[in-house]
């Protein structure tokens, strides 16, 4: 089978939501590059190895692919479409940079299977490791395997946003939490919460292809019991009503809710998250660009958080506040 790939050349800040308009617009399948120049230092601090070589992406852009059917597409109108919406970002102070998009006709076995080679086991904490489902892997006695398979949706490890908020999590997790994960992706914050020793964990998304990737890697783990996965609004799950309230399996307030979603959403619903959290509960907001960290802690601190930490990686930033007691 033939696919459309549709190439456009960025920034780092801007990919998330591209991504997004290529899922918005049916995409198939969205692959993400980051710069990998050879001045790029790369963490092996937890004995990570890594055999997808270093790129000459420049510094601070990036290259996402989204693949679409050559039967049922029509690629004129989305290559009109797309640079209408990546121009709207500079409206809400995403800046794509002098992006470029480029498109080509491409066999399926060219990308549907050929990113796995480069998934490997990845250990992103001291006590997290993530194992794709098709890699072998021995772990540590102290090691807690996360076994994955992301499909379409966000959330291998790889990405910075996506191992900041595993390693807070492992700061923050003591035994016993209820936690909701808003933006699940994968699903992967949320089996790690558990296997970090959460209680519970409700698992929300608005992607239809989050959750059922979700739910499928919640079974992977054997941990239907502990993690419920629903599509939701952020926390319009919380909100719902009467005949058609939802039977959740937390009880909220909650001790701990993570975010791993861009900085304009997570200001969107600050308040909403405050509401959700017990005195002396945690928030871990992550996904923001380091231009958008003065943005989030203000927004944080003038709903009433106290931020506690805030950890780095490349240009990524995760705060971590707590509700006052």
Same mark, same amino acid.
């Given at each position: 089978?033939?696919?459309?790939? #549709? ?23 969205? *692959?993400?590059?980051?710069?990998? $120049?050879?001045?790029?230092?790369? =963490?092996? *601090? ?6 997808? /070589? #270093? ?27 797309? /640079? ?11 800046? /794509? !940079?002098?992006?470029?998009? $480029?498109?080509?006709?491409? =066999? ?12 490997? &086991?990845?250990?992103? *904490? ?11 892997? *021995? &772990? ?19 990405? &910075? ?10 700061? @923050? ?23 970090? !020793? ?8 608005? =992607?239809?292809?989050? %959750? ?10 054997? #941990? ?12 319009? %799950? ?15 307030? @909650? ?17 909403? @998250? ?45 705060? @971590? ?5």
């Amino acid at each position: 089978m033939k696919w459309h790939e #549709l190439t456009i050349s960025t920034t780092e800040e801007a990919i998330e939501m591209i991504s997004n308009f290529l899922h918005e617009m049916d995409a198939d399948g969205v *692959s993400i590059e980051e710069s990998g $120049t050879l001045n790029k230092q790369r =963490d092996t *601090s937890l004995g990570q190895w890594y055999e997808h /070589p #270093l790129n000459d992406i420049p510094e601070g852009e990036a290259v996402i692919k989204g693949y679409f059917s050559e039967v049922d597409t029509d690629i004129d109108a989305l290559m009109a479409e797309l /640079p209408e919406k990546i121009d709207q970002l500079r409206e809400f102070d995403i800046d /794509p !940079g002098d992006y470029k998009i $480029t498109r080509a006709i491409v =066999d399926e076995e060219d990308w549907a299977t050929a990113w796995k080679q480069y998934f490997k &086991p990845i250990r992103v *904490s001291e006590r997290l490791t993530i194992k794709p489902t098709w890699e072998e892997y *021995s &772990p540590l006695p102290e090691e807690r395997i996360i076994e994955l398979d992301p499909g379409m949706a966000f959330g291998t490890g790889t990405h &910075p946003t996506t191992a900041l908020c595993l390693r807070t999590l492992e700061t @923050v997790i003591t035994g016993d939490e209820e936690v909701i994960d808003v933006g699940t992706g994968s699903g992967i914050l949320a089996i790690g919460a558990i296997l970090l !020793g959460a209680r519970r964990v409700l698992a929300l998304d608005l =992607d239809p292809i989050a %959750v059922s990737s979700a739910i499928e890697n919640t079974k992977l783990n054997k #941990l239907e019991d502990k993690i419920q996965v629903h599509l939701s609004d952020l926390l319009g %799950v919380l909100n719902t009503g009467g005949e058609s309230a939802v039977q959740l399996n937390v009880t909220v307030p @909650v001790d701990v809710v993570v975010a791993n979603i861009l900085a304009e959403i997570i200001l969107l619903f600050i308040d909403d @998250v405050y509401a959700a959290l017990k005195p002396g509960g945690t928030y871990i907001a992550s996904g923001i660009f380091k231009n958008k960290e003065e943005a989030v802690e203000a927004g944080l601190a003038q709903a009433g958080f106290t931020i506690i930490d805030r950890q780095r990686d490349q240009d990524w930033i995760a705060f @971590v506040a707590k509700k006052p007691e």
